[in-house]
């Protein structure tokens, strides 16, 4: 018996953006650890592989954004007499769905019922549906990275220390479905800070935690660890914590080379609407400027399309946002997740379509171009769908310049933080999005004038009033313009 775990990132193909670092799939590698000895395992991981269907069973984790994707390939692998199991998040939250495209499905963490699924799975006997329950700390083992043999991945030293968020924001799905906040114990995370270093001596330690310093006390010890361990590191914080001094520079002292920081808007207004309390008040313009003092590149998270949105406060959020020295914008038009309070609210109003991650196509928007990150799958009563994925790659392309001036000051941060490398890398994704929001950009603009969107909004770029104003031209009569 082949067991064959597939990583399904189509992503990656459509946006060259540092919003999609190549990182190996964990939770395969810790379920692979479990699986019994009779099976044979195998990983198939389309950031890096080249995808083939060799084997008797297979397991795909399930996101919202690429459940379409896998749910494709679960049936073709079915319908060639193959084994599907499916797990992940998306199926946690919508059971019944998965259900109809596999052959077993496990909600919840499945590393405590896995053996029991494989051990059904040899036997010829899987029943449909398995319930994960959240791991204890106590039965947290180390991750045994020898599973990802010798791919190349752009962040291959990820990991992470704790399980679930304390958080509640309303468009967020993992805090309510995944357990409760859990801590890894100090012991097993160092082995597999060691693990990694012997793999990957030059490589930064990606944390890829929803919230790794939700807890104070463990962050101290594990900033001690990272400290004695000399490993240089980056991971996620809340605004609440970058905005926190003695946090950030025991994190500096520590070894951190860089922070993506749950911004979402600048609007405070738009972040109590969706229960993201935690950034209200909060002083981050001051928070960036002692981070690049203190050698830590700043990565800010922004969301559009957010309830309190408009055409005009945008406008005045993207020239605010180009004076505030982030070192990189990673920019995302609000997803309604299913299950989430938004989605349940968005549905009531008939602002978002039931189960649209299974719809191909959402008319009136460019979701065909663009990334999934950008794509609209909801009204917004403020803007028409292109209107605001229009604006979303302006945001792209005008916060992703490479002056001289921007250059200047990420390295200057880079080598505060002896880090040049990684300044390196945020410079070489800066330009790597520009040019593909620039190019995004022009076909979004032609989509618009062909669908008879023109200046009518305040931000509505010269090249659409110039293909707008030629196709008007175009239309209007040749005797219409004759003197009688």
């Known amino acids: 018996m082949k067991l064959v775990f597939v990583n399904i990132m189509q992503e990656l193909q459509r946006f060259d953006s540092m919003s999609y670092l190549t990182q190996p799939p964990i939770p395969f590698a810790i379920l692979?650890?479990?699986?019994?000895?009779?099976?044979?395992?195998?990983?198939?991981?389309?950031?890096?592989?080249?995808?083939?269907?060799?084997?008797?069973?297979?397991?795909?984790?399930?996101s919202t954004?690429?459940?379409?994707?896998?749910?494709?390939?679960?049936?073709?692998?079915?319908?060639?007499?193959?084994?599907?199991?499916?797990?992940?998040?998306?199926?946690?939250?919508?059971?019944?769905?998965?259900?109809?495209?596999?052959?077993?499905?496990?909600?919840?963490?499945?590393?405590?019922?896995?053996?029991?699924?494989?051990?059904?799975?040899?036997?010829?006997?899987?029943?449909?549906r398995y319930e994960?329950?959240?791991?204890?700390?106590?039965?947290?083992?180390?991750?045994?990275?020898?599973?990802?043999?010798?791919?190349?991945?752009l962040t291959p030293a990820s990991l992470f220390a704790t399980r679930g968020c304390n958080r509640r924001c309303s468009f967020c799905v993992s805090s309510r479905y995944m357990g409760p906040y859990r801590t890894k114990p100090l012991e097993?995370?160092?082995?597999?800070?060691?693990?990694?270093?012997?793999?990957?001596?030059?490589?930064?330690?990606?944390?890829?935690?929803?919230?790794?310093?939700?807890?104070?006390?463990?962050?101290?010890?594990?900033l001690a660890l990272l400290r004695r361990k000399r490993r240089r590191f980056a991971t996620m914080v809340t605004v609440d914590q970058f905005c926190d001094r003695a946090l950030m520079e025991e994190m500096a002292a520590s070894g951190c080379l860089g922070v993506a920081v749950g911004v979402e808007s600048v609007d405070d207004n738009n972040c109590a609407a969706v229960s993201k309390y935690q950034n209200l008040q909060q002083p981050f313009v001051d928070a960036v400027h002692r981070a690049n003092q203190l050698g830590i590149q700043t990565v800010a998270l922004i969301m559009v399309g957010l309830p309190h949105d408009t055409p005009q406060a945008l406008e005045r959020t993207l020239e605010y946002l180009?004076?505030?020295?982030?070192?990189?914008?990673?920019?995302?038009?609000?997803?309604?997740?299913?299950?989430?309070?938004?989605?349940?609210?968005?549905?009531?109003?008939?602002?978002?379509?039931?189960?649209?991650?299974?719809?191909?196509?959402?008319?009136?928007?460019?979701?065909?171009?663009l990334p999934s990150s950008l794509s609209m799958h909801f009204r917004h009563g403020r803007f028409d769908s292109m209107q605001l994925q229009h604006l979303s790659l302006r945001f792209i392309a005008e916060l992703s310049g490479t002056?001289?001036?921007?250059?200047?000051?990420?390295?200057?941060?880079?080598y505060r933080g002896r880090a040049l490398r990684f300044a390196g890398l945020l410079l070489a994704g800066r330009q790597r999005s520009a040019r593909q929001a620039r190019m995004l950009l022009r076909q979004v603009e032609q989509a618009m004038v062909a669908s008879g969107q023109t200046a009518a909004s305040p931000w509505c770029s010269p090249v659409v009033e110039n293909a707008a104003a030629r196709l008007a031209a175009s239309a209007v009569p040749e005797s219409a313009g004759s003197k009688p």
């Open 132 to 153: 994960g329950s959240p791991t204890p700390p106590s039965r947290m083992t180390p991750v045994d990275y020898r599973f990802f043999g010798n791919r190349r991945y």
């Open 403 to 414: 002056g001289l001036g921007t250059v200047s000051q990420i390295l200057r941060v880079g």
């Open 188 to 222: 097993v995370l160092e082995q597999e800070v060691d693990q990694l270093t012997r793999l990957y001596p030059q490589a930064f330690l990606q944390f890829t935690d929803d919230n790794l310093l939700a807890s104070r006390k463990y962050a101290a010890e594990l």
């Open 322 to 369: 180009k004076q505030v020295p982030c070192s990189y914008y990673d920019m995302r038009v609000l997803r309604i997740y299913p299950s989430t309070p938004l989605y349940r609210e968005m549905l009531a109003t008939g602002d978002v379509t039931e189960n649209w991650w299974l719809k191909t196509e959402s008319s009136g928007t460019c979701n065909q171009l």
């Open 32 to 62: 692979n650890a479990v699986t019994p000895k009779a099976i044979e395992t195998a990983l198939v991981d389309e950031q890096t592989d080249e995808v083939r269907w060799e084997g008797d069973a297979f397991g795909f984790s399930v």
């Open 65 to 128: 954004q690429n459940s379409k994707a896998v749910y494709d390939y679960a049936d073709a692998l079915r319908a060639g007499g193959k084994k599907v199991i499916l797990g992940g998040i998306h199926v946690t939250v919508c059971p019944e769905e998965a259900m109809c495209h596999a052959d077993a499905i496990v909600t919840g963490e499945a590393e405590t019922i896995w053996s029991e699924v494989c051990e059904d799975l040899l036997a010829g006997r899987l029943r449909g």
